[in-house]
């Protein structure tokens, strides 16, 4: 079957011919840039699926004529401010990779450049030559520099499989530095007494995990749900965005690491491992009640929902969220709107004006343009702002919020669910016309997210690894038929989406790539009308019920309006479903797609489970 990319409504090929007018805000979000491409882009509906175009724009000012506005665009998720922190930035501080050898190679830089502090969290740190090349890159480093600290959070079953382990590898550096070097291994409350007993090591790990995935060096972090192992670092395609130098951000995503490597295992030196100073209660030995409930609320007091940014809001929007006065300088009266400015450790107050009578013939022609008068407010100088503008130096020293970032944090065993609730809503209440793109390395959907999608108004497409590309294909034992219980799960979810007359509304796809396997997962969000996101969530759930219900996940939702990051994003799904297949009633059908019954049985008994 030929190869195709995901599918945007309403669109046609764009002849290469710049706008004839811009307004400022456009100019703001795009003028570092030296020119995007346009793309040729191609409806949800199966019927108009189109190949993949080599049609470009060279104009600096492509756009699509979206129907909303900025402020419509990103107040659509204020509601986001009422459930968890978030986060003000400007969209030039985040940037996407789409390739696991360059994740390495940023990831091996980052750690080489650190001065004060390196977090590292993940599922578990392979043995293989590049996972000793983190480890001999974190020992340089923690020689070269004398203050800096490295905290380590990994699974306790995960981490302790086998002879040669995420354990053995870090010992060295924990023997050498051991005031500066914390390794934390979680161990799940849910694991304990017989169950603990009898349920033999690998198998162990299906109980619940710890499964975030937070590289952070300093005040940059890479949000990915990749594992720090050989495999990811090479052809296991995943996700990977990273976030440049944001303080605040960065100072939670640490505390919520440490948080959780409070109620974990400590690695000592001897590779024994005890409790947390600050954390009496076993994991598996003390009441299972008394350790959630602990815990639990350890994490919650992180999580209180709060707007926080250090940056001045921009003159042409509100804050799309709801906690505004911690904004600097914002304030709204009936026609006018102040704002502060930040440029460097100075602010300067400016308000912006309507001229109507007064402004000559020119200035009213470029504030129908999309121009806007500024009033220094010290000085009453006005300045008028437009795409013709010389003055470059201004708008390129202009510091304002155009992206939020939103910490979502889902630990079932804990009772903390805030990821489970803002994923709902989004696939909830999406509007008609808009398009959800979903990836998941492992399609094991729960069943609540399958009933809203099938009642949902919005188009979905689902892109899910086929059982070639699946991580336990060709496992020996039990694992190896795990794919075949994937296969098994799709198909009844298609099943149900054609029963329920939903085909042109749901759709799914299988990444297909010989020699890689997949483990992409995340969601993009494009309103009606739009051919760029204005959202994504990355990080590592996989929208299945162990996601939900049984490991410690994190990931970040990113809500933009710089149309630089929305390109990115843009460029990255369609990096992941170019070469997919879609997912038809005759897949079912193929030789290699035929479930036993004794599959069928036995995935309807562990689906919890994987």
Known sequence: MAAVLPLHKGQRSQPNMALPAVNVRLLLCRFANKGPNGFVFSPIRQSRCLRLSNHFSTSPYFCNQSRLSSRERTEAFAWLGDIVPVFGTTGDKVSVLNDPTVFFNVLKGRIWTAEKRIVLSSLYLGNGPLEQELVAALHTQLERVRDLQVTVLLDYTRGSRGRNN????????????????????????????????????????????????????????????ANLSEMYFTNRQDRYVVLHNIPLLTDMLTNLVSCVASFSFQLCRDNSVILHPSFNIHPYKDDIDKFKSEARQRVMDLLKPGYFTKLADPFFTDSPFRHRKKVIGWKRERRERTIQIQDGDEYTSHHEVEEEEESDEET???????????????????????????????????????????????????GVWHDEMVTRRLLRTAPKESELLLASGYFNLTEDYMDVMLRADADFNILMASPQVNGFYGAKG???????GYTFIAREFHRRVWQQAQQNRIRLQEYIRPEWTFHGKGLWFYHPGEELPSLTLVGSPNFGYRSVNRDLEAQLAIVTDNWTLRQQLHQEQRHLYQGSEV?????????????????????????NFF
């Open 166 to 225: 995420s354990r053995t590898l870090l010992l060295p550096l924990l023997q050498k530095f051991p005031d500066r070097v914390q390794v934390s291994l979680y161990h799940t409350p849910d694991l304990r007494g017989l169950l603990k007993a009898v349920v033999p090591e690998r198998f162990n790990e299906t109980i619940g995990l710890q499964h975030m995935k937070i590289y952070l060096t300093d005040n940059s972090v890479i949000m990915s749900g």
């Open 364 to 414: 009213q022609q470029l504030i129908q343009q999309g121009a806007r008068v500024m009033v220094d407010t010290r000085t009453q100088e006005k300045t008028v702002v437009h795409p013709e503008s010389s003055n470059v130096t201004q708008l390129r020293r202009t510091i304002y919020v155009d992206t939020w970032i939103c910490p979502l944090v889902q630990m079932g065993p804990l």
């Open 478 to 484: 039990i694992a190896g038929s795990i794919p075949t």
């Open 583 to 607: 997912v038809t009633k005759e897949t079912f059908q193929r030789p290699d797609r035929q479930v036993p019954a004794w599959a069928k049985a036995l995935t309807r008994v562990i689906k």
